[in-house]
């Protein structure tokens, strides 16, 4: 009894000297995991033991490097960069670059057929002659002198407008000298606008004398045909000032000198 007790004695020694096999698979793998941390990135995906393998006995060979690498996950691509609002705006706004024309397959100028066309003029055919064109305006420059002549009829000193009766508006130039004023168109002064008040021979006179330069109204006291100046009957010869209103029948005439101080023919006719 005594070496039964022995023997079952030294066999629960061998039994407890035996190591585990889970404990030495775990020992395992915390050596290679120890071994992964300071190997190179590459080389520790290389190196990482199969989940399979690690559950196996230490004696179990290690997996080929290449079924690890096939059974590794893959690497999750880099997420695409998002823009923001106000990015997206911007671009949607900016207008597309202008696209630059290919000059090398642009056909070249030089390819293209001339499309002018030169015409000569035939020899045998007679040139026309175009008529000269009609002069034109000259424009002259500076203060050019006056050519004087002689009169070519009674220069006028003055005007008789018409500012009431018949022939409104109208007017009869005063020639220098004496001048007759009547309805007959024989008149030097002519009031021929249909007013029979007015004598047919004159009625009355307008003198213009250029040595004194002044003019003077003739009543001709031989018609009974009345005129007046500024509503006043003149009984003689009354001067003339410019604006001064004579009355010949129904027709009323405003004077207005051209002559008088301030210029006369006898001016230009000496120079």
């Not at 071994?35 to 690690?54: C, Q």
């Not at 230490?58 to 059974?71: F, H, L, Q, T, W």
């Not at 026309?128 to 002689?150: C, D, M, N």
């Amino acid at each position: 009894m005594a070496i039964e007790r022995g023997e079952t004695t030294a066999g629960n020694e061998a039994k407890a000297v035996k190591p585990h096999k889970f404990l030495g698979s775990l020992r395992d793998a915390l050596l290679a995991a120890g071994r992964d941390d300071t190997a190179p990135a590459g080389a520790a995906r290389a190196r990482s033991p199969d989940p399979a393998s690690a559950a196996a006995p230490a004696s179990a060979p290690a997996a080929p490097a290449a079924a690890i690498a096939e059974k590794a996950p893959p690497v999750p691509a880099p997420a695409p960069e998002t823009l923001s609002a106000e990015e997206a705006a911007r671009l949607a706004r900016t207008p597309p670059a202008p696209k630059v024309p290919d000059l090398a397959a642009a056909p070249s100028d030089s390819d293209q057929p001339p499309t002018t066309r030169v015409i000569r003029p035939d020899p045998a055919k007679p040139r026309k002659i175009e008529p000269e064109a009609p002069a034109r305006t000259v424009l002259v420059r500076g203060k050019q002198k006056i050519q004087h002549g002689v009169f070519e009829r009674d220069p006028v000193v003055g005007f008789l407008i018409v500012v009431g009766g018949p022939g409104l508006g109208s007017y009869r130039p005063i020639f220098e000298g004496n001048n007759t004023v009547g309805r007959s168109a024989e008149n030097r002064i002519p009031l021929d606008f249909g007013d029979d008040a007015i004598s047919n021979e004159a009625q009355a006179y307008v003198r213009y004398d250029s040595s004194d330069r002044s003019f003077l109204f003739v009543p001709n006291l031989a018609k009974t045909n009345v005129v007046s100046v500024n509503d006043k009957r003149p009984a003689g010869p009354v001067p003339l000032q410019p604006m001064d209103v004579i009355t010949f029948g129904r027709t009323q005439v405003a004077f207005l000198p051209f002559c008088g101080s301030d210029f006369d023919w006898s001016e230009i006719s000496e120079a």
